[in-house]
Nanobody, 128 residues
Framework: QVQLVESGGGLVRAGDSLRLSCTAS????????MGWFRQAPGKEREFVAA????????YYTDSVKGRFTISRANAKNTVYLQMNTLKPEDTAVYYC?????????????????????WGQGTQVTVSS
């Protein structure tokens, strides 16, 4: 069982920055691929960013490329999402997720259905 706890959300203005953190329980965090997803009101949950367990590979949805950066500190069991130049359309609940079978995949998954564990979410609201 893996527990994920997100933090760092809040209310900001367009153009501001936020850093989300997600801390995992357990001793095998470094073996998981990790992802960030978001869900806006009335919309489907969508992929935002992912990072491989080896830290070598990162992936982003097009709308956040150049603005968001995913990183991880395996020694701290933590994955981060640095969000810069925030826009009102970034407003959503942000979730981190762990793929414990990432070692079976050729690339990090961007599909929510492949992730096994999810955090409770943290609200990010960007005002115009």
């Amino acid at each position: 069982q893996v527990q994920l706890v997100e933090s760092g959300g809040g209310l900001v203005r367009a153009g501001d920055s936020l850093r989300l953190s997600c801390t995992a329980s357990g001793r095998t965090f470094s073996s998981y691929d990790m992802g960030w997803f978001r869900q806006a009101p009335g919309k489907e949950r969508e992929f935002v960013a992912a990072i491989s367990r080896s830290i070598e590979n990162t992936y982003y949805t097009d709308s956040v490329k150049g603005r968001f950066t995913i990183s991880r500190a395996n020694a701290k069991n933590t994955v981060y999402l640095q969000m810069n130049t925030l826009k009102p359309e970034d407003t959503a609940v942000y979730y981190c997720a762990a793929d414990i079978r990432g070692n079976l995949r050729p690339v990090v998954s961007t599909y929510a259905g492949t992730y096994d564990y999810w955090g409770q979410g943290t609200q990010v609201t960007v005002s115009s």
